[in-house]
Structure formats: structure tokens, C-alpha cells
């Protein structure tokens, strides 16, 4: 199983990005994580096999995880976006896969 994010870049605070990941498939829930500069790496968004969905504090609300109906690609709605959204976004499985790629970099700045 591999996991492929893209869709991140540079947005000013406020704004709003999507995030896409592919994925050859997973019978696992799917989840999206970020690291922050300097930081470890946290969970933002879980989706599970049947599509309910958890948040983090941090982005509750502002953030919607989706995932397709053949399970092979997920996405992340980011609405509102906040200086301290910046960071690497990656997308894995619950429970992870050691290989976590490149992630995808979100930069959120005036």
C-alpha cells in the first residue's frame, strides 16, 4: 500500500486548499496528518470504511476529510486557513504505514 499526497502551496491566511491523496487501497480507516515546522508530526482528520469522521480540535470545522467510494482516493477541504496550518501534510492509514512519502507542503502566509 502506498500513500500519495498532492495539492498543497501557498495561501494567505483565510483562504482555502484541497488536498488529494491516492492510495492503491486500504481496508483501514484513512487519516490526515500534518507536521508543522519544528514539531511532531499530528493527526488532523480520520475518515473511516464507512465515512464517519473525527477532527482534530484545531481544525474542527473548518477542515472536511472525504474519501471516494472505491476508497482509493481521499481528500481534505481546508477553509479558513491559519498561520499555524503550515507544514507538511501526509496521508496514511489508521493504524500507519511505516512509509509515509513526501507529504505535500501547505504554506498559509500574508
Known amino acids: 500500500v502506498q500513500f500519495v499526497a498532492s495539492g498543497g502551496g501557498l495561501v494567505q491566511p483565510g483562504g482555502s486548499l484541497r488536498l488529494s491523496c491516492s492510495t492503491s487501497g486500504s481496508l483501514f480507516s484513512f487519516a490526515w496528518y500534518r507536521q508543522a515546522p519544528g514539531k511532531q508530526r499530528e493527526l488532523v482528520a480520520t475518515i473511516t470504511n464507512n465515512g464517519a469522521t473525527n477532527y482534530a480540535n484545531f481544525v474542527r470545522g473548518r477542515f472536511t476529510i472525504t474519501r471516494d467510494n472505491a476508497k482509493t482516493t481521499m481528500y481534505l477541504q481546508m477553509n479558513s486557513l491559519k498561520v499555524d496550518a503550515t507544514g507538511v501534510y501526509y496521508c496514511?492509514?489508521?493504524?500507519?504505514?511505516?512509509?509515509w512519502g513526501q507529504g505535500t507542503h501547505v504554506t498559509v502566509s500574508p
Open positions: 496514511n492509514q489508521i493504524p500507519p504505514i511505516s512509509d
